[in-house]
């Protein structure tokens, strides 16, 4: 008897082991592709700001894996979009000098964590809340959040850290329209019609992994069951 119980044990061990082994092998493919996809996105300019491509990453980690995770992959993703050539001339620099300016430097990176940052972690707790209530919905919802908050956070930091900077570099056209038309225009209306259009792709994307291919899935059970 003991030497079944042992036996049961080890293997739930190792079982549990592989799993976690598993999970980090998953979350490790998608910060790659989160980072290679940013880097890549941060040399496609549409205006000033660049089209982040990485949203797609962060939603499905976020909806795998959990919001410790969509926060983890938002993060990075952000810490990336500082890097970005536009970010560095446009949000770094005063107007009308080249050098860089300290105070806008670590205002930018703040806002530039916290918008992505927050908005995988929005994206998986809406996800985990709602994937047993309505899977389909559960996957809209987690996917049209991220744009939307990343976004509506970087409006937030123009009118609050980026204000007297931004008034500047105006000039004659309001700080509203510079925010609005200039700075998200088409970013966002690319974005969100984009991620809404890649919505039933990106759940089915989440069904084939599920399916094929253990990686330590926050939700497994519940993804097995709903989908």
Known sequence: ?????????????????????KRMAGIAILISVTVAL???????????????????????????????????????DGAIVCTSPSTIAFFMTPSGQNNVSVGLVFATIFVCLVKTGIAGLLSGIVFKYLKNVNFTLAIVLASVIVPIVNTGLFIVGCYTLFNNMLSVKAGEATLTYLVFVVLIGFNFFFELPAIS????????????????????F?????LETNI
């Open 197 to 216: 259009l890649l919505t039933p792709g990106i759940g089915h994307v989440i069904k084939i992994i599920t399916k094929n291919k253990t990686l330590g």
């Open 218 to 222: 926050t939700y497994e059970k519940d």
């Open 38 to 76: 940013q880097f890549f996105g941060n040399y496609i300019n549409f205006g000033i700001l660049n089209i982040n491509l990485a949203l797609i990453t962060i939603i499905i980690g976020a909806c795998l894996y959990g919001p410790k995770v969509g926060l983890i992959l938002g993060l990075i």
């Open 1 to 21: 008897m003991l030497i079944k119980c042992f036996l049961y044990g080890r293997k739930e061990k190792m079982k549990s082991n592989s799993i976690k082994i």
